[in-house]
């Protein structure tokens, strides 16, 4: 299984490259300072980073932590290799947890993420 890294906004220039080095399979940004399921904000400062990790690695980079509708899923689509959205699905399931028609309610937002990142 391949070991994945995270690394943060407030991650240093050797701690970048250390993980670029180690990294198996994808370097993981998160693209915030906080927890998982906040508001992602600026991506000005996401892209910035993305770019001074693109500098050190050859890995694929996928943002996550803020990614929780389909234009902040095609924003970031247009800076990174992958995007992950977490907190967003789990809300749902929780919201339509009694529903028989969860995994519905669950499949169908993941197909409007997938079609807001998907090339015009």
């Known amino acids: 299984m391949p070991l994945i890294f995270l690394l943060a906004p407030t991650s240093t220039p050797s701690r ?3 993980v670029a080095r180690e990294s198996q399979g994808f370097v993981y940004y998160v693209s915030l300072t906080g927890i998982t399921g906040s508001k ?7 892209q910035d980073n993305v770019k001074k990790l693109r500098k050190v690695s050859t890995s694929p980079v996928a ?4 990614v929780a509708t389909p234009e902040d899923a095609a924003r970031v689509s247009k800076m990174a290799d992958g995007v992950i959205v977490g907190s967003a699905i789990v809300k749902r399931i929780a919201s339509h947890q009694q529903d028989p028609k969860m995994v519905g309610h669950v499949a169908e937002f993941v197909r409007s993420l997938k079609a807001a990142m998907a090339p015009a």
């Not at 992602?40 to 996401?46: I, P």
């Not at 943002?63 to 803020?66: E, I």
Request: net charge positive.
């Open 63 to 66: 943002v996550g932590f803020g």
């Open 16 to 18: 970048r490259k250390l």
């Open 40 to 46: 992602l904000s600026n991506v000005g400062d996401v």
